[in-house]
């Protein structure tokens, strides 16, 4: 007999009909000349039929739109359950570009009116400026009333460097200063508007000519621009909107009066631009471009008295000081440099319901079936035989077996929503026959359908999910992780990747928490929180005290064998004493195959050592052996606590330019120096090299301390990886390739890592100088 499983085709599933013929033809095959009558008449043919009717209700419910099937009771569709995230979580990235950091201040930071950041650069060959960049602030009218200009500049330092990408810092912030452009001009309009009207309309043009305002819209706004929505959502969500690119101007180095002449004239009731003239000095005025000096950005205000715009209309002449004018200008100033409202990312998504269906719920077949049965809700007569009734309770028995596998099908149905989600675990769903009529008679009271769960169907399903985000995923962290301190599993790891996955891609670059590192604790599944120190767990009481108390040896005897032991535990103290161990202790103590309990002695021993340790010792058997799970398990907790890592980044520990640091060397082919200069600053550096004629090779070289004499190239994208060497998971060499293999997956390729494994003691000195920003010169003796 062919052993291949029998399969509903799908397009046999809503034809009741071909449903029953392909039945009837199986039937045949199978039972050959035993049943011959297939008539409609019979029995057997009846019970088919209602089965192939209910085959086809449940094909008419597996039909229904997907949205219809995962609707919750009030029509709405729970985007979490479903494991389903909004378009602004997972479409929107971290910022990465410079116009994504340029969007994220205007949208962040209060008094930013617009924004510029350039590249560090060097004439002179020099690489140490690679990852540096410099930022110029325009600051709004708040901002330049007030002159709050270092408030201003600490908020745009905070959220940079909040969200700066790895490798990269923003060494210099300048904050510009207005520069007051006056105006003279004489303009000739057509006189159809109100003139002041129209005067006002010329002064806006020329306000947002010279620094035009950055718009904040909406995504209705930008689909209407032709925008698509993966380019609408490319890059930092803002809460107040998106920002066109086409809105990031190039920071203007020049006010040129024929570009003004050129905006002023495209209005529609301006005829002719008579002269137009400026002055940065308010005294001299002149048909020429006007230069904007370092650290300024042109500024127009209407207001001063030092500006004469007059429009003439009909040989009337009205300036831009009256009285009616200003009304009538802060109008239109007001409507036209307004911020649009956005789109809310914390809003609630409405788009998400449905039809309510209540797929999982089961209606048995005997409802169905003739009265003639016995088998529906009329049931048998109260005077019909015993064989009779027994004969109805049979027949509803064996259909039980169909109607299970009918009313499972349905609550599978039903609960598709459980099946993708990131909290459940459950995949597989049954539902008690209570629909059945006088089911009560034929099953126990205990009775419950049996659902075999399986950890790898779902853990499946989450793979698929998962991978529609291209985030690499290795089990054999976690599977270590379990054999060794036990409390996870894969299917729980991925779980919670799953909800934290917006987060983690979101940030995926960035340097601080949350990003980069957060990202790579998550795939390593390292417990210890980023900013706490891996040694405190060290600091705290864990392992009893010696009390400077002598070692003593003796010898215990269990079954003939005669055991050596050594102990240093006090006289009459409880706790456990493991002595002078080395750090494997953490390894191999965490093994319960590494301890005996002997007449109340828990013994400890490492592979290799040839002696036992007494770590404990308790009056009876029952307490030494808690003492001895006790000891494992917070040997598991002093790896789980310390397990971590820090980056550093040689970029952040550079001099500043502005520092008399930088040197150069020059030499010939032989390496002899022809000539050397320190203690320059980098722009003094720069131009010194550019004044010389090279005739030999530049080396440059950083001063960093007093005693750090480095090439540049130490600074330049490069990251060292500090890890400890001691939690029982860092003590596998599998694991440590494993997690540097990890690290070069997830970091650019332009970065340079270098890894570091170290003891209790190393990391101590190590995290002093982390954790103390005027300890730089001993963290670069640690890297260099």
């Given at each position: 007999?062919?052993?291949?499983?029998?399969?509903?085709?799908?397009?046999?599933?809503?034809?009741?009909?071909?449903?029953?013929?392909?039945?009837?033809?199986?039937?045949?095959?199978?039972?050959?000349?035993?049943?011959?009558?297939?008539?409609?008449?019979?029995?057997?043919?009846?019970?088919?039929?209602?089965?192939?009717?209910?085959?086809?209700?449940?094909?008419?419910?597996?039909?229904?739109?997907?949205?219809?099937?995962?609707?919750?009771?009030?029509?709405?569709?729970?985007?979490?359950?479903?494991?389903?995230?909004?378009?602004?979580?997972?479409?929107?990235?971290?910022?990465?570009?410079?116009?994504?950091?340029?969007?994220?201040?205007l949208g962040q930071v209060e008094g930013v009116e617009q924004?510029?950041?350039?590249?560090?650069?060097?004439?002179?060959?020099?690489?140490?400026?690679?990852?540096?960049?410099?930022?110029?602030?325009?600051?709004?009218?708040?901002?330049?009333?007030?002159?709050?200009?270092?408030?201003?500049?600490?908020?745009?330092?905070?959220?940079?460097?909040?969200?700066?990408?790895?490798?990269?810092?923003?060494?210099?912030?300048?904050?510009?200063?207005?520069l007051n452009i006056a105006i003279k001009a004489a303009i000739?309009?057509?006189?159809?508007?109100?003139?002041?009207?129209?005067?006002?309309?010329?002064?806006?043009?020329?306000?947002?000519?010279?620094?035009?305002?950055?718009?904040?819209?909406?995504?209705?706004?930008?689909?209407?621009?032709?925008?698509?929505?993966?380019?609408?959502?490319?890059?930092?969500?803002?809460?107040?909107?998106?920002?066109?690119?086409?809105?990031?101007?190039?920071?203007?180095?020049?006010?040129?009066?024929?570009?003004?002449?050129?905006?002023?004239?495209?209005?529609?009731?301006?005829?002719?631009?008579?002269?137009?003239?400026?002055?940065?000095?308010?005294?001299?005025?002149?048909?020429?471009?006007?230069?904007?000096?370092?650290?300024?950005?042109?500024?127009?205000?209407?207001?001063?008295?030092?500006?004469?715009?007059?429009?003439?209309?009909?040989?009337?002449?009205?300036?831009?000081?009256?009285?009616?004018?200003?009304?009538?200008?802060?109008?239109?100033?007001?409507?036209?440099?307004?911020?649009?409202?956005?789109?809310?990312?914390?809003?609630?998504?409405?788009?998400?319901?449905?039809?309510?269906?209540?797929?999982?719920?089961?209606?048995?077949?005997?409802?169905?079936?003739?009265?003639?049965?016995?088998?529906?809700?009329?049931?048998?007569?109260?005077?019909?035989?015993?064989?009779?009734?027994?004969?109805?309770?049979?027949?509803?028995?064996?259909?039980?077996?169909?109607?299970?596998?009918?009313?499972?099908?349905?609550?599978?149905?039903?609960?598709?929503?459980?099946?993708?989600?990131?909290?459940?675990?459950?995949?597989?769903?049954?539902?008690?026959?209570?629909?059945?009529?006088?089911?009560?008679?034929?099953?126990?009271?205990?009775?419950?359908?049996?659902?075999?769960?399986?950890?790898?169907?779902?853990?499946?399903?989450?793979?698929?999910?998962?991978?529609?985000?291209?985030?690499?995923?290795?089990?054999?962290?976690?599977?270590?992780?379990?054999?060794?301190?036990?409390?996870?599993?894969?299917?729980?790891?991925?779980?919670?990747?799953?909800?934290?996955?917006?987060?983690?891609?979101?940030?995926?670059?960035?340097?601080?928490?949350?990003?980069?590192?957060?990202?790579?604790?998550?795939?390593?599944?390292?417990?210890?929180?980023?900013?706490?120190?891996?040694?405190?767990?060290?600091?705290?009481?864990?392992?009893?005290?010696?009390?400077?108390?002598?070692?003593?040896?003796?010898?215990?005897?269990?079954?003939?064998?005669?055991?050596?032991?050594?102990?240093?535990?006090?006289?009459?103290?409880?706790?456990?004493?493991?002595?002078?161990?080395?750090?494997?202790?953490?390894?191999?103590?965490?093994?319960?195959?590494?301890?005996?309990?002997?007449?109340?002695?828990?013994?400890?021993?490492?592979?290799?050592?040839?002696?036992?340790?007494?770590?404990?010792?308790?009056?009876?058997?029952?307490?030494?052996?808690?003492?001895?799970?006790?000891?494992?398990?917070?040997?598991?907790?002093?790896?789980?606590?310390?397990?971590?890592?820090?980056?550093?980044?040689?970029?952040?520990?550079?001099?500043?330019?502005?520092?008399?640091?930088?040197?150069?060397?020059?030499?010939?082919?032989?390496?002899?120096?022809?000539?050397?200069?320190?203690?320059?600053?980098?722009?003094?550096?720069?131009?010194?090299?550019?004044?010389?004629?090279?005739?030999?090779?530049?080396?440059?070289?950083?001063?960093?301390?007093?005693?750090?004499?480095?090439?540049?190239?130490?600074?330049?994208?490069?990251?060292?990886?500090?890890?400890?060497?001691?939690?029982?998971?860092?003590?596998?060499?599998?694991?440590?390739?494993?997690?540097?293999?990890?690290?070069?997956?997830?970091?650019?390729?332009?970065?340079?890592?270098?890894?570091?494994?170290?003891?209790?003691?190393?990391?101590?000195?190590?995290?002093?100088?982390?954790?103390?920003?005027?300890?730089?010169?001993?963290?670069?003796?640690?890297?260099?």
């Open positions: 007999m062919n052993n291949k499983p029998i399969q509903i085709q799908k397009d046999s599933r809503f034809d009741y009909n071909k449903l029953r013929e392909e039945a009837l033809a199986l039937v045949q095959k199978l039972s050959g000349h035993i049943w011959t009558d297939y008539n409609i008449h019979d029995p057997g043919v009846t019970m088919l039929e209602q089965l192939c009717f209910a085959i086809t209700d449940l094909g008419y419910k597996t039909s229904f739109p997907i949205e219809e099937i995962l609707a919750g009771p009030n029509g709405r569709i729970d985007p979490q359950a479903h494991a389903f995230f909004n378009k602004g979580e997972i479409l929107s990235a971290g910022p990465v570009t410079i116009a994504d950091f340029c969007k994220l201040l924004v510029w950041i350039e590249p560090v650069t060097s004439k002179s060959g020099s690489t140490i400026c690679k990852g540096i960049f410099k930022v110029l602030v325009q600051p709004d009218e708040n901002i330049t009333a007030s002159k709050n200009y270092d408030q201003l500049e600490d908020d745009v330092r905070r959220c940079l460097m909040r969200y700066r990408n790895l490798g990269e810092n923003y060494e210099e912030i300048i904050i510009l200063r207005p000739l309009v057509n006189g159809k508007q109100p003139v002041k009207e129209t005067l006002a309309y010329i002064c806006n043009t020329i306000e947002q000519t010279i620094h035009p305002p950055v718009r904040f819209l909406s995504e209705a706004e930008l689909l209407a621009m032709n925008k698509t929505t993966d380019e609408i959502y490319s890059g930092p969500l803002l809460s107040g909107g998106f920002i066109p690119d086409e809105d990031l101007k190039p920071r203007r180095i020049q006010v040129d009066p024929a570009e003004l002449t050129k905006a002023i004239s495209s209005l529609d009731d301006v005829l002719q631009v008579k002269y137009l003239y400026l002055s940065s000095d308010e005294k001299n005025f002149r048909n020429k471009p006007v230069q904007i000096p370092a650290g300024y950005f042109p500024s127009v205000d209407i207001s001063n008295n030092t500006n004469d715009i007059s429009i003439i209309s009909d040989q009337v002449e009205h300036h831009s000081q009256d009285a009616l004018f200003w009304n009538v200008f802060e109008r239109i100033k007001e409507v036209r440099k307004r911020h649009y409202t956005g789109q809310q990312v914390a809003m609630a998504d409405t788009s998400l319901q449905s039809v309510f269906r209540d797929l999982g719920r089961y209606y048995s077949i005997q409802h169905f079936f003739p009265a003639i049965y016995g088998i529906g809700h009329e049931g048998i007569p109260r005077d019909a035989p015993r064989e009779r009734k027994a004969q109805a309770r049979q027949l509803k028995g064996y259909l039980l077996f169909f109607e299970q596998i009918l009313a499972n099908y349905s609550a599978q149905l039903g609960n598709i929503p459980h099946i993708f989600s990131p909290s459940k675990t459950q995949t597989r769903f049954t539902q008690a026959l209570t629909d059945v009529p006088g089911v009560e008679d034929l099953l126990s009271p205990d009775y419950e359908p049996l659902a075999v769960q399986s950890d790898a169907s779902k853990e499946a399903i989450l793979d698929h999910l998962l991978a529609r985000f291209n985030l690499p995923l290795l089990p054999y962290p976690i599977t270590l992780y379990q054999r060794l301190y036990g409390g996870i599993t894969t299917l729980a790891w991925k779980q919670n990747l799953l909800k934290k996955l917006p987060a983690l891609m979101y940030a995926r670059l960035q340097a601080e928490a949350g990003g980069y590192q957060e990202t790579l604790r998550q795939l390593l599944y390292m417990q210890r929180e980023q900013g706490e120190r891996l040694t405190d767990v060290f600091e705290q009481s864990h392992l009893g005290t010696t009390n400077e108390h002598p070692s003593e040896q003796f010898t215990l005897h269990e079954g003939g064998e005669i055991i050596h032991v050594v102990s240093e535990i006090p006289p009459d103290q409880e706790g456990y004493y493991f002595g002078h161990q080395p750090l494997n202790l953490l390894r191999h103590g965490i093994e319960p195959a590494h301890y005996r309990v002997v007449q109340g002695y828990v013994l400890y021993k490492a592979p290799g050592q040839r002696i036992w340790q007494a770590v404990a010792k308790h009056s009876n058997h029952d307490d030494a052996l808690a003492a001895k799970e006790s000891m494992i398990r917070h040997l598991k907790d002093i790896s789980i606590q310390s397990e971590g890592f820090y980056i550093v980044e040689h970029i952040l520990l550079k001099p500043s330019f502005k520092d008399p640091v930088y040197g150069y060397r020059v030499k010939n082919r032989r390496g002899e120096i022809l000539k050397e200069e320190q203690r320059l600053t980098f722009a003094e550096r720069e131009a010194a090299i550019a004044g010389l004629d090279i005739n030999g090779q530049i080396e440059f070289f950083v001063m960093a301390t007093p005693w750090h004499v480095l090439p540049e190239s130490f600074f330049k994208f490069n990251i060292t990886v500090v890890l400890p060497g001691w939690p029982a998971r860092c003590q596998y060499e599998e694991f440590r390739r494993f997690t540097e293999s990890l690290f070069r997956d997830l970091t650019p390729p332009q970065y340079k890592l270098k890894f570091r494994w170290l003891g209790v003691n190393d990391m101590r000195s190590f995290e002093a100088a982390y954790f103390n920003p005027n300890n730089k010169d001993k963290l670069l003796d640690f890297l260099a």
